[in-house]
């Protein structure tokens, strides 16, 4: 299979990476070309963590948890308990925010500290801040909810009463919101969590040795974001940098950009998307090197999670892999086109479909409610019998005795 096209001596000699290379690239830095079969234990769940740059944790709760499903997806082996343990025991990951809330390996816990000052003042600043303490000493409850964390030791929303109902913006209490407030500034962490509830406590109690750690300084920062961003992507724009951690704007990736393509550290390179079209992009300067030392995409059917590394920027999605996926939960219902929590079909190295799926704990069934096959893709026998194995492996995950197909 030709993966790269010949070198062209058009723009200057910029390398051109066929629509398919891209692709493999991208598949192989979030390790989805791996072999999932092989044994799962804390360590190589964590080197797993620690490539991907961080898993997104999500409540919702149709199938399993997203954290989950975008591991087992990776590793057949993975059982939830083993993330606990990481997070809960050996504390070698954290949980903190990205673009939501996320498992991150504690080793960058210090570049979170940026992060911290910049979301108290920017929540501070939001009509949330105003919403939620409406009627209320804002900066007072905030105080008072520390204080007692302080004096009585870890803490859940559920620990503070207030009489007052809430509306809409996920109807939360004051202390709710100051609890949140404090976890988005740095001043608490989430040391564990009982049925999904957040428990909280002193960031200085949970992690004292990475508490204890400079802040660093805005070069430093911005060398570490862009360079490990850099490293999960191995293909990508300034734009795709600065969003990877949600760390930094668009205008400092580009300029890290520049300087580093003047340091041989990366290369630009013009990167075909699924539609034909040539976009200008750069890549580690061994992305070639790289390209040749991946295997094959293992030949398999697996299901994604919605919050998966390949699909969270959608756009990039549809450019890499000509795959329209939209999160419909959100959507009111006669408005969605697919479904609630829609899974990506991912075959081999491509996306081939999607489908609705839906446990029902009480019964042990796993329900499909509903399954698509991209255009162009046909149901053929060989390949109803990898989703079928795939569903029997999700249906094993879950705790579900029975599949039922639409």
């Not at 009463?161 to 407030?181: I, N, T, Y």
């Not at 949970?206 to 570490?224: D, F, I, N, S, Y």
Request: hydrophobic letters at 40%; aromatic letters at 10%; a positive charge.
């Amino acid at each position: 299979m030709i993966c790269v096209h010949p070198s062209l001596s058009v723009a200057h000699s910029i390398p051109l990476i066929s629509c398919a290379a891209a692709q493999r690239l991208f598949l192989g830095a979030q390790g989805l070309l791996d072999d999932p079969g092989k044994r799962v234990t804390t360590t190589s769940l964590q080197a797993l963590i620690e490539r991907l740059g961080f898993v997104q944790v999500d409540t919702i709760n149709v199938l399993a948890r997203a954290h989950d499903l975008t591991l087992f997806s990776r590793l057949d082996g993975y059982r939830p308990d083993q993330l606990r343990k990481l997070l809960e025991q050996k504390r070698n990951l954290f949980e903190g925010f990205t673009h939501d809330a996320s498992a991150i390996p504690t080793a960058f816990f210090h570049h979170w500290k940026p992060r911290f000052a910049r979301d108290r003042e920017r929540i501070h600043a939001h009509a949330w801040w105003q919403y939620h303490f409406r009627g209320t000493d804002g900066a007072k409850v905030v105080k008072d909810v520390k204080a007692r964390i302080e004096h009585e030791g870890p803490l859940k929303s559920s620990d503070f009463e207030h009489p007052e109902k809430r509306g809409p913006w996920w109807g939360w209490k004051p202390q709710k919101a100051a609890l949140d407030f404090l976890w988005r500034s740095g001043e608490l962490m989430v040391p564990r969590r009982e049925g999904f509830q957040k428990v909280y406590d002193l960031t200085e109690r949970v992690l004292p040795e990475h508490h204890a750690l400079p802040c660093p300084g805005p070069a430093e920062h911005l060398a570490w974001a862009c360079g490990t961003a850099a490293e999960r992507l191995w293909v990508f724009t300034p734009k795709e940098l600065a969003e990877f951690w949600n760390s930094i704007e668009a205008v400092d990736a580009k300029a890290w950009c520049a300087a580093a393509e003047k340091e041989g550290r990366i290369v630009p390179v013009q990167v075909e998307s699924a539609d034909g079209e040539l976009r200008p992009a750069f890549a580690l300067v061994d992305w070639e090197a790289r390209l040749a030392r991946l295997p094959e995409a293992p030949e398999r059917t697996r299901l994604l999670c919605p919050f998966d590394p390949i699909l969270r920027d959608r756009t990039r999605a549809l450019r890499r892999f000509g795959f329209d996926y939209r999160f419909e939960a959100f959507v009111p219902e006669p408005k969605r086109q697919y479904g609630y929590f829609v899974m990506p079909i991912l075959e081999g190295g491509r996306l081939v479909g999607r489908l609705d799926p839906k446990l029902h704990r009480d019964r042990g069934l796993l329900e499909i409610r509903g399954l698509w096959w991209e255009a162009g893709v046909r149901a053929t026998k060989a390949r109803q019998r990898g989703l079928d194995e795939a569903l029997e492996r999700m249906a094993t995950f879950v705790g579900a005795a029975d599949i039922q197909l639409p």
